[in-house]
């Protein structure tokens, strides 16, 4: 089975509780939803979604944040931080350069902790108290602890984080750290600490909170629906591309989640589908491999750098729901050099917009398909920047101009600035 637009909705399996059920991407086999803690298929290990009777049309939204979306989620309400209802910023002097139709920056560094993480984390705290478990915990390259740590707390949750010693931006230790979570940095990489973190889960010592847990993609979704809303609203059509930096390839499996829910409830036209364009880090660009040899599975890097340390990942666990996602979309993926990265991520500056390393990588990418040809001069664009630039204040002072040092005094500052 591959995710497909044009499926049709499936006829409502017994185990589904108020409409609501986990579906393996797989094998097709259902499971109630709250019942037992499960991140994955029983027969089959596939990846699990979250799936519903009832799926809304724009007009059910209502109300402001990740919870205006509350018809196509599993819950009403969450542990809310009040996440979502992130900008999405005009750059007319970037328009110009890129040279499209429009082009818009959907700014997620601007949740509650800083990154879109919170939007998943919002939903997920909320699937972990219904469960009734003990110990959250994720693996993370940074932002995901940050988050985790932050709704944990809120929910009155223990939190456990595992990262890669020595590769986590400096912001996103201390938030983890302040708001909680016992933290454990391990001698390994990001995919290294979510095999462990995998492994504590199937233990039943943890309850995994990264993005193979089905839950937080679905609050994932809403950044795909503020967009296409905010695009009919300004544009009055969907944008013809999204751009996105990718890790793990959760929002890029959320987003193409929530686009085919929106195809099944004829909210959107089949053709009118964004089309879903992924940017990796050249150091670490599995999926970028994936897309450009046309082939059916990820391989695992097991190497990889980047500046960009919150996507310094070599195994992109939802790659199998990411990959239809990016071809069924008509999208691609490209990877982008370190100094491209900076590069962007100075431009976005110069908009007034903070983003830390990964979140430039979709503005990186977008130049690069547009001076090879792939982007058209006529697109309406949204690019996707993920995470603020406190996040790693090292990358942005050293990607900025050095502090002069002066004198305490006028006269003398005065003649400094003539030089
Ligand atoms: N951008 C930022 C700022 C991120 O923190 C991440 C992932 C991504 C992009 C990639 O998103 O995994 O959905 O493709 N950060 C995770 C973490 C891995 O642990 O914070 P994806």
Same mark, same amino acid.
């Given at each position: 089975m591959s995710l497909s637009l044009s499926a049709e909705q499936p006829a409502v399996p017994d185990v589904a509780d108020d409409g609501v059920w986990l579906e393996c991407i797989e094998c097709g086999e259902t499971f109630a939803p709250f019942d037992d803690v499960r991140y994955t298929c029983d027969e089959c290990d596939g990846l699990l979604e979250v799936r519903y009777d009832d799926l809304p049309t724009f007009d059910d939204f209502e109300g402001h944040g990740v919870w205006r979306y509350a018809d196509a989620l599993p819950f009403e309400s969450g542990v809310s931080i009040q996440e979502g209802s992130t900008p999405l910023y005009e750059v007319p002097r970037l328009e110009d350069e890129v040279g499209v139709e429009a082009l818009r920056i959907k700014h997620e560094g601007m949740n509650p902790t800083g990154s879109f993480k919170d939007r998943g984390m919002t939903v997920g705290v909320k699937v972990a108290k219904e469960l009734g478990v003990g110990r959250l915990a994720c693996a993370s390259t940074g932002n995901t602890s940050a988050a985790l740590a932050a709704y944990g707390t809120r929910g009155s949750m223990e939190t456990l984080v595992l990262l890669p010693a020595g590769k986590v931006a400096a912001g996103k230790i201390a938030q983890a750290s302040l708001h909680d979570a016992r933290i454990l940095e391990v001698d390994g990489n990001f995919d290294a600490c979510l095999d462990i973190v995998q492994e504590l889960a199937a233990k039943g010592e943890v309850y995994l909170l990264n993005s193979l847990n089905p839950f937080r993609l679905e609050g994932q979704k809403t950044i795909g629906l503020e967009i296409l809303e905010g695009f009919l609203t300004d544009y009055d059509t969907v944008p013809d591309r999204i751009v996105l930096p990718v890790g793990n390839a959760g929002n890029t499996s959320a987003l193409y989640k929530a686009f085919r829910e929106l195809v099944q409830a004829g909210e959107l036209a089949e053709d009118d589908v964004p089309k879903l364009t992924g940017v990796q880090a050249e150091g670490a660009a599995p999926m970028v491999e994936a897309i450009q040899n046309g082939a059916d599975e990820v391989r695992r890097w097991d190497d990889v750098e980047t500046r +960009?340390? +919150? @996507?310094? @990942?070599?195994?992109?666990?939802n790659a199998p729901k990411a990959l239809p996602g990016i071809r069924e979309t008509d999208g691609t993926a490209v990877a982008v050099s370190d100094e491209e990265i900076t590069d962007a991520q100075r431009a976005l500056a110069r908009e007034g917009i903070g983003v830390e390393p990964a979140s430039a990588a979709s503005l990186a990418g977008l130049r690069k398909l547009r001076v090879n040809g792939v982007v058209d001069d006529d697109e309406r664009v949204a690019c996707l920047t993920t995470g603020h630039l406190l996040k790693d204040p090292d990358a942005a002072a050293a990607a900025g101009g050095d502090p002069e040092p002066v004198p305490a005094d006028t006269a003398d500052i005065l003649e400094h600035l003539k030089q």
């Open positions: +960009a340390t +919150a @996507i310094r @990942i070599g195994n992109p666990v």
